[in-house]
Nanobody, 128 residues
Framework: VQLQASGGGLVQAGDSLTLSCVASGRTLRMYAVGWFRQAPGKEREFVSYISRSGSSTYYTDSVKGRFTVSRDNAKNTVYLRMIDLKPEDTAVYYC??????????????????????WGQGTQVTVSS
């Protein structure tokens, strides 16, 4: 599966953005999806996870209440809605797909190495 992330941009603190991750090659319904981000000079970090069905989601503490992950399997797309953006959210955001999960699993996956396929990333810059 190939992933294409988009929707990033330059915004001010407090603004909102919605990132999209579109899959091609195989149906995204077969994969759980994670969002990660990487700021300059820092390691790639987990942001959010959504199960294959969309019934299970998980967020890193710093984005809880501000970010919402969702998916539309009919459109082969996963979204990351980000509100009340902060300068510390500035990073390149990546979506990643993990194969081999059960459709109704309640497990979640936060490790970079747990994902099999990665998109190219989209830059989010939040100015203060």
């Amino acid at each position: 599966v190939q992933l294409q992330a988009s929707g990033g941009g330059l915004v001010q603190a407090g603004d909102s953005l919605t990132l999209s991750c579109v899959a091609s090659g195989r149906t995204l319904r077969m994969y759980a999806v994670g969002w990660f981000r990487q700021a300059p000079g820092k390691e790639r970090e987990f942001v959010s996870y959504i199960s294959r069905s969309g019934s299970s989601t998980y967020y890193t503490d710093s984005v809880k209440g501000r970010f919402t992950v969702s998916r539309d399997n009919a459109k082969n797309t996963v979204y990351l809605r980000m509100i009340d953006l902060k300068p510390e959210d500035t990073a390149v955001y990546y979506c990643a797909a993990k194969s081999g999960t059960i459709l109704t699993t309640t497990s979640y996956y936060t490790g970079v190495r747990q994902y099999d396929y990665w998109g190219q990333g989209t830059q989010v810059t939040v100015s203060s």
